[in-house]
């Protein structure tokens, strides 16, 4: 039997990140613990954004993840809400990779599709799976199930990210532009 891999999913927001958990063995998921990290919406940009750090901060070096995924941004009709989203993410990608986690993102789209079978699936069917894939699963908001359900989309595709990367390795040089491109998703 394969050792377990603890995988930490982030759902990255200004007001909450949701982040989730999980053990992967082979291919049998386990649920360990999920949360949100909250910012004051009365705080300045940057007191907030030093808020989502040091709670993450917290998370990773108290739950020891192996591995890390976060959910990409997706562009919204509100072009400064989708600024500050990218300011949250940066966050988000930030503390794993300065743990020094391999991170890995993915669309919203794949998240919903990979968990749910449809890519444009709503908030509560995505809840509902989590629940169904990891029964013991105790989000504590809809932010956290994302998260969690970030980690299983990562559990689905890790092999076949890490088995593209190493195809493109062994392909030489100018394979590795087309290795980062998978491995974006």
Not at 67 to 76: D, G, I, K, R, S
Not at 99 to 124: R, W
């Amino acid at each position: 039997m394969s050792e377990p891999i603890r995988i930490l999913g982030i759902d990255p927001g200004l007001r909450r990140t949701g982040w989730g958990l999980i053990t992967v063995t082979g291919t049998r998921l386990a649920f360990v613990a999920s949360g949100t990290v909250t910012s004051n919406g009365d705080d300045d940009l940057a007191t907030r954004l030093c808020s989502l750090h040091e709670g993450l901060t917290k998370v990773v070096a108290t739950m020891l993840p192996d591995e890390a995924a976060v959910e990409e941004t997706f562009v919204n009709k509100d072009a400064q809400a989708t600024l500050k989203l990218g300011h949250a993410r940066a966050v988000a990608l930030l503390v794993p990779a300065l743990a020094g986690l391999p991170v890995a993102e993915y669309a919203a789209n794949l998240v919903k599709k990979t968990v749910v079978g449809a890519g444009h699936a709503e908030k509560d069917q995505v809840g509902a799976m989590v629940r169904f894939l990891l029964p013991k699963a105790t989000a504590d908001t809809a932010d956290a199930a994302d998260a969690l359900a970030i980690a299983i989309t990562h559990a689905s595709h890790r092999a076949s990210r890490a088995r593209a990367a190493t195809h493109a390795a062994a392909a030489g040089p100018g394979a590795g532009r087309i290795a980062r491109a998978v491995a974006r998703g």
